[in-house]
């Protein structure tokens, strides 16, 4: 495992090319956590989807006439 985290530190070896990721799972354990928390989200994200998207701040632009949605990312 080691040889495989300094692979991704050099960007050498089977991680030549890749850009350093923010985390990396190692292990098939941890990545099957993570899917399967991916897969999870996914499906709430289509079963919701219709109250998810009806959530939307719309702001009209007066100047073009067009919609806008608004963007209210926590910082």
Do not use: Y
């Not at 495989?4 to 923010?22: Q, Y």
């Amino acid at each position: 495992m080691v040889e495989r985290v300094i692979d991704v530190l050099k960007s050498e070896g089977i991680a030549t090319g890749k850009p350093m990721p923010k985390r990396l799972p190692l292990g098939r354990d941890a990545m099957a956590a993570i899917l399967k928390k991916c897969e999870d989200t996914l499906a709430l994200c289509k079963e919701w989807e219709t109250l998810i998207i009806s959530t939307d701040l719309e702001i009209r632009n007066a100047v073009e006439g067009k919609e806008q949605l608004v963007d209210h990312k926590c910082r």
